[in-house]
């Protein structure tokens, strides 16, 4: 009888001891959700746009990345051949004697993309050939087999022949293992899996926002269309993302869109998209930026709105003057703003500007958010400006040097920054938020071509020491008030004109990019359930 006592007395204490485990688990999680309920920061990201260069493969059908058409006549030079006759979707309607249509897909070097057999799919009659890495292995009316060798590069999708009357297309290119599951999931399962857990995806390059020649609703891409290199991704596509992962969408309507396309994007987004999701509405992109064509539009529009001043000014009245009428159609259909963050874009450098647009026509009275891009910048000159940097002096650092600049110039140069556009939304009611942001280390003008700036720079954003600057570069945005945060961009190769992408390649080992690792360990502080990288 005291034996059995004593093993219901262990059996108790195991009981209680895994009661009391459990208590203190719920109670830490709770803690810990109460700690991440006032942290307002979260974290966004700008995706790298739709082009055959693109190294984040999101598309598990690569079609949809190739390049527009390039006419060739054979036996002639590159491009040299007439002009092709398309359908309104870009899909090849006949071809000259002697020419062919050529384009290029997986522009990409070192054999970041899956090698193996692609499943090549169309409708309508020709014939389809292949160069550089791809070669057929088998083929039949409507369906090709061929095998690709990423070691090689890319390659090229060739239409020699086609019937007018059943000419090519609905071309689809499938990445192996991918046939029978294209169609309900476009998505490669990579892409998917790096970005849960996100808060807001910004489709600006995604929509081709920068020069974008959509005015009307019959000019946007579709999923019917060729190539979303063209005019840029499909709002379905976008749509359907968000809600596979549960992102809020962040949309920039392109600077020449009419009041039908605005309404017409807004339905179908009120239509569509998961309704637990916000949805954050710009104007165009950097419209305050003379290099964008959206500029020299603004500042042309917005003329009959300055009475004193200059591009700048009348661009920016024009910026708030297009903007509240964008969020009052939305807030329209959405039938208020409950779930709408109406953002006015703006200069980080400039917090004069960052006023200007906010106190014109009252805008800061129609928006919620004011957004900048505080980029930790390193922008390096090629001849000595009196500030800034050269390349003459910078081509002589060490890597160290130049992180410790980063850190101790130009991250509180930042910093700065945003406490002053803080003020300035402070002052409006509005949230402050980052539309871009990140290192912004760039060499300017001729210096692109100066071969140890760019290795240097390269070097420096694979440095150990970056992943320390953005932990202290994101903690300081937190400490702030910044809301928000839209790192620019995702994946994409570190070239000349810069090392924007927190990964180069989608295959990429995470754990050994101290840029991506910095922002998911700093998403996850802020209470996302993102996947970071094995310490």
């Not at 929509?207 to 840029?232: E, V, Y």
């Not at 591009?311 to 708030?320: M, S």
């Not at 803080?422 to 409006?428: C, D, I, L, S, T």
């Not at 390269?458 to 320390?468: E, L, R, S, T, V």
Request: aromatic letters at 12%; proline letters at 4%; hydrophobic letters at 40%.
């Amino acid at each position: 009888m005291g034996i059995s006592i004593l093993k219901g007395s262990k059996k108790y204490f195991v009981i209680t001891c895994v009661i009391a485990v459990l208590f203190w688990s719920a109670l830490s999680s709770a803690i810990v959700r109460e700690q991440h309920s006032t942290i307002s920061a979260r974290l966004g990201i700008n995706l790298a746009g739709p082009s055959d260069w693109n190294t984040e493969l999101p598309f598990v059908d690569v079609f949809r990345m190739s390049r527009p058409w390039i006419s060739q006549r054979v036996g002639s030079k590159w491009g040299k051949g007439p002009e092709l006759s398309l359908d309104a979707h870009g899909w090849i309607k006949k071809l000259d004697p002697g020419c062919r249509a050529e384009t290029l897909l997986c522009n990409i070097k070192g054999g970041h993309y899956p090698s193996g057999n692609y499943t090549v799919l169309y409708d309508g009659k020709g014939k389809i050939s292949f160069k550089r890495a791809a070669t057929i292995i088998s083929s039949k009316p409507g369906r090709i087999i061929i095998h690709v060798n990423s070691d090689k590069g890319g390659f090229s999708l060739l239409i020699d022949e086609t019937d007018p009357q059943n000419y090519i297309r609905n071309i689809r290119v499938i990445m192996p293992g991918f046939e029978d599951k294209y169609r309900e999931n476009p998505f490669h399962p990579d892409f998917l899996t790096r970005w849960h857990g996100i808060a807001c995806i910004r489709f600006m390059n995604w929509m081709k926002t920068n020069g974008s020649q959509i005015s009307k609703w019959s000019d946007r891409p579709t999923l019917m269309d060729a190539t979303f290199s063209n005019k840029g991704v499909a709002l379905e596509w976008m749509i359907d993302l968000c809600n596979r992962l549960g992102a809020d969408p962040w949309f920039c309507i392109p600077h020449q869109a009419d009041d039908e396309y605005v309404d017409r994007f807004a339905r179908l987004v009120k239509e569509t998209l998961d309704p637990g999701l916000k949805v954050y509405i710009e104007y165009s992109n950097e419209v305050w930026n003379s290099r964008f064509a959206q500029n020299k539009y603004a500042a042309r529009a917005g003329r009959n709105f300055v009475t004193r001043g200059g591009k700048k000014e009348a661009a920016a009245r024009y910026t708030a003057y297009r903007s509240i009428r964008i969020f009052k159609i939305w807030e329209g259909d959405f039938k208020g703003t409950s779930r709408l963050v109406r953002v006015l874009p703006s200069q980080a450098a400039d917090p004069y500007l960052s006023r200007m647009i906010l106190e014109s026509f009252d805008a800061w009275k129609y928006a919620d958010a004011l957004a900048i891009a505080p980029y930790i910048s390193c922008r390096i000159y090629d001849k000595d400006r009196g500030k800034g940097l050269s390349a003459v002096q910078v081509e002589k650092w060490t890597v160290d040097r130049i992180l410790d600049y980063m850190e101790t110039t130009s991250l509180p140069t930042s910093i700065d920054r945003i406490r002053k556009n803080k003020q300035v939304a402070e002052k409006y009611g509005l949230r402050l938020i980052a539309y871009e942001g990140g290192q912004h280390m760039v060499g300017l003008g001729r210096v692109v071509k100066n071969a140890k700036v760019t290795q240097l720079l390269h070097a420096a954003n694979a440095h150990p020491q970056m992943g320390k600057i953005y932990q202290k570069y994101l903690e300081a945005w937190e400490k702030e008030g910044g809301g928000l945060f839209c790192h620019f961009s995702s994946i994409g190769k570190w070239t000349k004109w810069g090392s924007w992408g927190l990964m180069q390649y989608y295959d990429d080992d995470p754990a050994k990019s101290p840029k991506f690792r910095a922002v998911m360990q700093w998403a996850e502080h802020c209470g996302q359930l993102v996947r970071v990288p094995d310490r």
